[in-house]
């Protein structure tokens, strides 16, 4: 029973990951260079993607685990 629960468990994970990811900061609203410096940064950032594909593979894990707990239980 507990490899279904860490199944769903995975899966509630890399879906919350895959949220913050896609997730976009505002904009900066003033005219200070410090704010549109960081907020470029944060826009240009390459760990988005690092984030997804470990989402992406917690999901598929999380069914993987479904799957063979369906099969063998």
Same mark, same amino acid.
């Given at each position: 029973?507990? @490899?279904?629960?860490?199944?769903?468990? =995975? $899966?509630? +994970?890399?879906?919350?990951?895959?949220?913050?990811?896609? *997730?976009?900061?505002?904009?900066?609203?003033?005219?200070? @260079?410090?704010s549109n410096i960081a907020y =470029? $940064?944060? +826009?240009?950032?390459?760990?988005?993607?690092?984030?997804? *594909?470990?989402?992406?593979?917690?999901?598929?894990?999380? @069914?993987?685990?479904?799957?063979?707990?369906?099969?063998?239980?």
């Amino acid at each position: 029973m507990w @490899i279904n629960n860490s199944g769903i468990t =995975l $899966e509630i +994970v890399g879906f919350v990951l895959i949220l913050n990811a896609l *997730r976009r900061p505002m904009p900066p609203k003033n005219s200070d @260079i410090r704010s549109n410096i960081a907020y =470029l $940064e944060s +826009v240009m950032s390459t760990t988005r993607y690092w984030v997804n *594909r470990v989402g992406v593979g917690l999901i598929f894990a999380g @069914i993987v685990m479904q799957l063979i707990y369906s099969l063998y239980m």
